[in-house]
């Protein structure tokens, strides 16, 4: 949805109808100006000329039904990946992409395979969200959380990528609340310090992946620009000016990261009250292996005995192909069936 192009065609309007409006796509989750009844004929003509709430998805669901992903084609042709995850807990979360591609090439990341093609705009990120809003409204039930940790980097994406929170945030129209949005970058020192000095409480997170400097620039090249303790520096700023806790993912990668040494220096890194880290199986994206399970539990235990919080991420469709880091824009290499009727 062109949310530019919205805003501007409402702009003679008394304040009652934009909000009527935002209610009808962002509520009630219309997908056809029909169904705005509510609206005079002459405007629901008008806006269904000008703005399409249609948005282009094909999905696929894992086998056990927890996770479902959906291929985007955008107006320009360009196709992202966005994923609904169904915890155990009845969250429900959508990892949202916020760029085509990315242009970081991180070693482990599929994104990062594809290069960059170029930034979403608000709209395109908020179709994401929308598009799971609708398919769970037909199960009756609303999405609970949504992370920016699909394809590309919130941070090169800024402004694009807070407007789209403070449109999902407003309390007049999908009214998510604030808490409730992650954003996961990979360690830009600007947009770190920027965000800390946003009067929202979101939550963020930063992929580590390596305890030294040396492991990390061979598994993430910008390490050279934002070396560890740089990173650190921003991220300790950010906790003074809010507060708030920090997650610290941790890909862990079969004889890559994983040894009881990397623990016990990630040990080090990690003394700080509001740090918690963030276990992830590697998903396989044909570079390296996964952590044995074995492996996985012993790592964690040395951070957990030394009083580092940590916690494990649950592994969500890697059957589809879906999992993090695995998102490159291709439903159709999935094994599982297209599901075509959302
Ligand atoms: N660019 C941002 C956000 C997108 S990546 C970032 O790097 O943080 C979201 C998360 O998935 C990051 O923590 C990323 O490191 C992780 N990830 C990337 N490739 C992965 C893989 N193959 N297996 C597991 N996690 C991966
Ligand atoms: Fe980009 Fe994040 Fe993937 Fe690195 S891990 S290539 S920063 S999306």
């Known amino acids: 949805m062109n949310i530019d192009k919205l805003n501007s065609l409402l702009s003679d309007q008394p304040t009652y109808r934009f909000k009527q409006i935002k209610q009808l796509i962002f509520r009630d989750l219309i997908d056809d100006w029909s169904q705005a009844t509510v609206l005079p004929l002459s405007l629901r003509e008008e806006l269904n000329k000008e ?10 669901s894992s086998k056990d039904g927890d996770s479902t992903k959906s291929l985007i084609t955008f107006e320009d042709g360009l196709k992202i990946e966005t ?4 915890h155990a807990g009845g969250r429900r979360t959508v990892c949202v992409s916020c760029q085509v591609g990315c242009p970081f090439g991180c070693a482990f990341c599929a994104t990062g395979k594809i290069g960059f093609k170029r930034n979403l705009t608000p709209g395109e990120i908020i179709d994401q969200v929308l598009f799971f809003a609708r398919l769970l409204k037909k199960k009756k039930k609303k999405i609970t959380n949504i992370v920016f940790m699909g394809m590309g980097e919130p941070m090169l994406n800024y402004e694009n990528v807070l407007e789209a929170i403070k449109i999902l945030n407003d309390k007049d129209g999908f009214n998510l609340g604030i808490r409730h ?57 950010y906790t003074l000016k809010t507060n708030r806790k920090v997650m610290f993912e941790y890909v862990l990668i079969k004889d890559i990261n994983d040894s009881d040494e990397c623990a016990h220096e990630l040990v080090r890194l990690m003394k700080k009250p509001l740090y918690f880290v963030n276990l992830i199986p590697y998903n396989p994206t044909g570079n390296f292996q996964s952590s044995l399970p074995e492996r996985i539990k012993t790592f964690k235990d040395i951070l957990m005995k030394s009083g ?15 999992a ?11 094994n599982n069936q297209i599901d075509l009727s959302h």
């Open 181 to 237: 949005f992650s954003i996961s970058t990979v360690g830009i020192v600007e947009g770190i310090r920027r965000l800390a000095e946003e009067p929202l409480q979101i939550n963020l997170a930063i992929s580590l992946h390596a305890p030294n400097n040396r492991l990390r620039t061979e598994l993430i090249k910008v390490n050279e620009k934002y070396p560890i303790e740089n990173m650190l520096r921003a991220v300790d700023y």
């Open 51 to 60: 703005i399409s709430l249609r948005i282009n998805g094909q999905s696929v």
């Open 324 to 334: 993090c880091g695995q998102l490159a824009g291709g439903v159709e290499h999935s």
């Open 83 to 86: 994923v609904l995850m169904i």
């Open 308 to 322: 580092v919080m940590t916690t494990q991420r649950y592994r969500f469709g890697d059957d589809i192909v879906g």
